[in-house]
């Protein structure tokens, strides 16, 4: 028998709202080669990102970016399932939402935000452009294996951050993977890693990825991994698909902006 939606939608928001994980926050040093290890392991450079040891240094020191003294949640009951955490190394990236430039965001004045307003947790996930930010019109990373990397190397990094976030509050926070799409193979061993050894609750996907769509057979072979898992454990896993902005791939493998009247402008007169 089909559960009724609003069963459903009660069942995602539990396992949303339940911490995934005990680990206790590792000592930098642990953190750093858990890190770096897991990395080489599946067999992610970096250092192919030029501000890789700026992102590093930034996951060690959220333990030192805490509130004090720490806000109250006492009478705090909401859930609020679509927030977006933004590294300052991300942000410096340029990314944009919606042509607008991406705000500032810090564990500490986030947790005083929730507390304000009755929000005993906040679902997390890195908004657009995700581990895209080397295929955007603007920032068009041109060799194809450079952009690769790059992009496996983003989305270890961001997941690695706010898996960090949230073993420092897991009464607080829970969190969704990004994946290396357009990669499918990379993506498989990223949100692996992320929901088996990091803790995430589900995945985040964008309504594409360097012009591939998430129903593109291409992206098969992710939906085929998490269906798998699904029929293995709990018979669900949680996908949440971000809107991004919409793009034309051309014959050269460029990325160009498809928003109608772009830079555009209509004079009456």
């Not at 206790?24 to 953190?31: E, I, R, Y």
């Not at 897991?38 to 959220?62: G, Y």
């Not at 003294?69 to 705090?76: G, K, N, Q, R």
């Not at 926070?173 to 589900?202: C, I, K």
Request: hydrophobic letters at 40%; aromatic letters at 8%.
């Amino acid at each position: 028998m089909q559960l009724p939606h609003f069963l459903v939608l009660l069942t995602l928001l539990f396992t949303m709202s339940t911490p995934t994980s005990t680990q206790p926050p590792l000592t930098p040093s642990a953190l750093l080669h858990h890190i770096t290890s897991n990395a080489a392991r599946d067999n992610i450079d970096l250092a192919t990102l030029p501000f890789h040891q700026d992102a590093l240094s930034s996951i060690l020191s959220l333990r030192g970016l805490l509130p004090h003294p720490s806000p109250s949640f006492a009478s705090a009951t909401k859930i609020d399932t679509h927030t977006h955490p933004i590294p300052d190394w991300f942000r410096s990236l340029g990314p944009s939402a919606a042509g607008r430039d991406t705000p500032s965001w810090n564990i500490s004045s986030h947790l005083n935000f929730m507390a304000d307003r009755g929000i005993k947790r906040s679902i997390l996930s890195v908004s657009t452009p995700q581990a895209n930010a080397f295929a955007s019109p603007t920032a068009f990373e041109p060799d194809a294996a450079l952009r690769k990397k790059k992009t496996v190397a983003l989305a270890r990094l961001l997941n690695e951050y706010v898996a960090e976030v949230c073993r420092l509050f897991p009464q607080r926070f829970s969190w969704l993977a990004v994946t290396a799409l357009p990669y499918v193979e990379e993506s498989v061993v990223e949100v692996r890693y992320a929901m088996e050894e990091l803790g995430a609750v589900g995945v985040s996907v964008l309504t594409h990825a360097e012009g591939v769509y998430p129903g593109d057979e291409a992206v098969g072979g992710l939906w085929e991994w998490l269906e798998e898992r699904a029929v293995a454990g709990s018979g669900r896993e949680i996908v949440f698909i971000h809107p991004t902005d919409p793009v034309v791939v051309l014959g050269d493998g460029r990325v160009v902006s498809s928003r109608p009247c772009e830079d555009t402008f209509l004079v009456l007169g």
